[in-house]
T-cell receptor, first 115, second 112 residues
Framework: AQSVTQPDIHITVSEGASLELRCNYSYGATPYLFWYVQSPGQGLQLLLKYFSGDTLVQGIKGFEAEFKRSQSSFNLRKPSVHWSDAAEYFC?????????????FGQGTRLTINP | GAGVSQSPSNKVTEKGKDVELRCDPISGHTALYWYRQSLGQGLEFLIYFQGNSAPDKSGLPSDRFSAERTGGSVSTLTIQRTQQEDSAVYLC??????????FGPGTRLTVT
């Protein structure tokens, strides 16, 4: 069955430090992969997506992610975090899943930024 | 342009009452989705509309849940005889081509 695992429930980093959020997926074909960010009380904002082609994708707010088929991973990175990056981050796999066009989400990683 | 909008933003209802949640998708988007976000279950797919095709209801948790989409645009999610376990944030998303989805701010439903 299709699934997404985000191993880290909560991560704390200092402002200005680098960030990597992990995401592993299980999907039978070439996946569509997404990272979304959710600030408190807000909906989900699309950060970046991978459909095909270059395995390193750039997104908004200085984020990037790398698709590694051999590791079934799609980790999110940012070289220097800002206090405004504190939020919850969701990795998702999309496409035709169990007969439905839908997204399957990981459980999310809550990011806290220390000043 | 305008994004996905949802109303109300918050809804408190008594157990056993019916509620209706509304979603206005991005203009021109043919696909519309409903998801539920709760502490215990994370983000769950509920239902998917694509154009004039029959909706995919495979994610609806019970027959108390239903949704319709009028004129290929606005959608309403209805929960009948609400239960406390229905308390969650209900998110709507729309998509132009059916994969990349854009989400609304959600409706927080509290059943007392």
């Amino acid at each position: 069955a299709q699934s997404v695992t985000q191993p880290d429930i909560h991560i704390t980093v200092s402002e200005g430090a680098s960030l990597e959020l992990r995401c592993n997926y299980s999907y039978g074909a070439t996946p569509y992969l997404f990272w979304y960010v959710q600030s408190p009380g807000q909906g989900l904002q699309l950060l970046l997506k991978y459909f095909s082609g270059d395995t390193l994708v750039q997104g908004i707010k200085g984020f990037e992610a790398e698709f590694k088929r051999s590791q079934s991973s799609f980790n999110l990175r940012k070289p220097s975090v800002h206090w405004s990056d504190a939020a919850e981050y969701f990795c998702a796999v999309g496409g035709l899943i169990q007969g439905a066009q839908k997204l399957v989400f990981g459980q999310g990683t809550r990011l806290t930024i220390n000043p | 342009g305008a994004g996905v909008s949802q109303s109300p933003s918050n809804k408190v209802t008594e157990k056993g009452k019916d509620v209706e949640l509304r979603c206005d998708p991005i203009s021109g988007h043919t696909a519309l989705y409903w998801y539920r976000q709760s502490l215990g279950q994370g983000l769950e797919f509920l239902i998917y509309f694509q154009g004039n095709s029959a909706p995919d209801k495979s994610g609806l948790p019970s027959d108390r849940f239903s949704a319709e989409r009028t004129g290929g645009s606005v959608s309403t999610l209805t929960i009948q005889r609400t239960q406390q376990e229905d308390s969650a944030v209900y998110l709507c998303a729309s998509s132009l081509l059916g994969v990349e989805q854009y989400f609304g701010p959600g409706t927080r439903l509290t059943v007392t």
